[in-house]
């Protein structure tokens, strides 16, 4: 990875394994731990041995929240709830790695979550 980081989500789409989400540290070793959020997506070249940064329009910065695979082979990824490094939330997002984008939906959920077991399930 570019950079190291924990609490974030893991998705293989073809060849490539892209790191969202999650919290960073700033300090060298000795030195203080300092978490701060991840502010960019990464991804894993399988074929070319090598990280790269990429956008993810619209995606979150978040860290600790509770995820899963959408459909299997779809390249995308339920995000519900975690922190923004202040509070926790109670959003809902789907992170599509395929076309770089992430879409925010209107699920009823009341109350925060982090750090929780996702399990999605298609209506069809």
Avoid at 14 to 40: D, M, N
């Amino acid at each position: 990875m570019l950079n190291g980081r924990s609490n974030f989500a893991t998705v293989q789409v073809g060849e490539y394994i892209y790191a969202f989400g999650g919290f960073c540290c700033r300090g060298a070793s000795g030195e203080t731990h300092q978490p701060v959020l991840a502010e960019f997506t990464e991804r894993y070249s399988i074929t070319s041995n090598k990280w790269e940064q990429v956008e993810v329009a619209g995606a979150p910065s978040l860290a600790a929240f509770a995820w899963c695979s959408k459909h299997k082979d779809a390249g995308e990824i339920a995000v519900l709830g975690g922190s923004d490094g202040n509070v926790m939330n109670q959003d809902f997002y789907t992170i599509d790695f395929r076309n770089l984008k992430a879409t925010k939906s209107n699920a009823p959920f009341e109350f925060g979550t982090c750090m929780g077991h996702l399990s999605y399930h298609s209506a069809s």
